[in-house]
């Protein structure tokens, strides 16, 4: 159970939790990412790795609903496009959630710096691909299963990077602009954390008031982070995307060798 742990937090490390959770929101609901800052810090706060990863889940999901309906409301995501991905998705993050309960905790206190590591350094050395010219061609359905297992299945069993992830695979298969393509980030990261929090709430894997001071803070960025990346278009969020995952690479990095992470 986690209450016993949750006893032992201060105010100081709580508000603290927060505000990286707010960050985190922000910079999500722009570009994805915002677990390689929530993760890292609840690792920070002394949360075993099981723990760390199924309180992420509970923060992640009040974020990702305030984003996802934002982008859903302001018409730049269509569920009846995506049902294909919205299926797979569901389906992988069960699976990848089961999956992380049977790692030991070892495994994942050597595996989560690792993952987050090498998903800063892939997103800060790849391109993300230009908009294609025929904006209003239809999404194929076909190519949506092995994206959506995939990635679901990952943010199932980790997760950073994971909107990140599907921006630029969006982008790359179907013919999306960068807005609409992090509106069908954001909705699925939705998915996959609500199914993948179901699984760590049955396995007693959630710190609830951690999660919840964090989660409300989360969605307060997300909400900030939708709107300002509907308005300030793709000419903002790239910019954005590439400065972001440049600090927390960096700031991963000193964790990671300096062993504080």
């Not at 201060?10 to 999500?28: E, H, N, Q, S």
């Not at 679901?152 to 994971?162: I, K, L, N, R, S």
């Not at 179907?174 to 954001?186: F, I």
Request: glycine share 12%.
């Amino acid at each position: 159970m986690a209450f016993p742990f949750e006893l032992s937090i201060d105010l100081t490390t709580l508000a603290i939790l927060a505000l990286v959770a707010f960050i985190a929101g922000f910079i999500d609901a722009i570009a994805g990412g915002g677990g390689l800052l929530t993760i890292p810090a609840l690792l920070t706060a002394g949360l075993p790795p099981h723990l760390a990863l199924g309180t992420n889940k509970l923060s992640s999901t009040f974020g990702a609903a305030a984003a996802s309906y934002t982008f859903y409301r302001r018409k730049l995501f269509n569920p009846s496009q995506w049902r294909n991905a919205l299926i797979g998705t569901a389906v992988g993050a069960l699976l990848g959630a089961a999956m992380a309960q049977w790692l030991p905790s070892e495994w994942l206190n050597q595996l989560l710096p690792a993952v987050v590591f090498g998903c800063g350094l892939y997103l800060l050395f790849g391109k993300t691909p230009a908009a294609p010219l025929l904006a209003e061609a239809p999404i194929a359905k076909g190519r949506q299963w092995p994206q959506s297992l995939s990635l679901g299945f990952y943010d199932g069993v980790a997760g950073p990077g994971t909107g990140a992830f599907w921006t630029v695979s969006s982008l790359l298969l179907y013919p999306l602009d960068l807005v609409k393509a992090s509106g069908v980030a954001r909705s699925m990261n939705f998915v996959s954390n609500i199914c993948a929090l179901t699984v760590f709430i049955i396995s007693g894997q959630v710190a609830w008031l951690l999660g919840i001071c964090m989660g409300l803070a989360l969605m307060v960025g997300a909400f900030l982070g939708a709107r300002t990346a509907i308005k300030g278009g793709s000419k903002f969020i790239r910019p954005v995307f590439i400065l972001v995952v440049l600090a927390l690479t960096v700031r991963l990095a000193w964790q990671h060798w300096l062993g504080l992470a």
